[in-house]
């Protein structure tokens, strides 16, 4: 199988016909934050919400509705439903870019607009209901 690289020039035919991709380091950067606060970020959350709150070792009433909602739709919730909620969403998008790219699924061009499309429509949602909270 004859595969061309995702940002190599080929050395053939086609090589006039080459654009370099000039926005692949935002994209590995955004997987980079994204792949950082999946593994720190994450499982913290869970630990937390998950584990230590139903085993009552965590004063239930620090995550009460009342609380959590005033923490979440706040400048401070913002940021992190960004780092728990947003980056994440780009790793996973930049991961399965490059694994259809792996496999020869679709067309390269149009796998990064659907994958890296999406990511942002998400994030833009799970923005917008933490503004759209903090302004309610």
Do not use: T
């Not at 692949?24 to 792949?35: I, M, V, Y």
């Not at 009460?64 to 994440?88: D, I, M, Q, T």
């Not at 790219?101 to 149009?110: C, E, K, P, T, Y």
């Amino acid at each position: 199988m004859n595969k061309i690289a995702m940002n190599k020039p080929s050395m053939g035919q086609n090589s006039a016909q080459h654009k370099q991709a000039f926005d692949e380091p935002l994209w590995w950067g955004l997987f980079s934050a994204g792949g950082v606060c999946f593994a720190i970020l994450l499982p913290a959350v869970i630990l937390f919400i998950a584990v230590l709150l139903p085993l009552g070792l965590l004063p239930a009433e620090e995550l009460s509705y009342e609380r959590a909602s005033s923490l979440l739709f706040s400048v401070p919730g913002f940021l992190f439903v960004g780092a728990v909620v947003c980056l994440p969403l780009f790793h996973a998008a930049h991961r399965l870019r490059h694994g259809m790219f792996d496999i020869s699924v679709g067309n390269d061009a149009l796998n990064k607009k659907l994958m890296y499309g999406s990511a942002a429509l998400l994030s833009l949602l799970a923005l917008g209901v933490v503004v759209a909270g903090m302004l309610s």
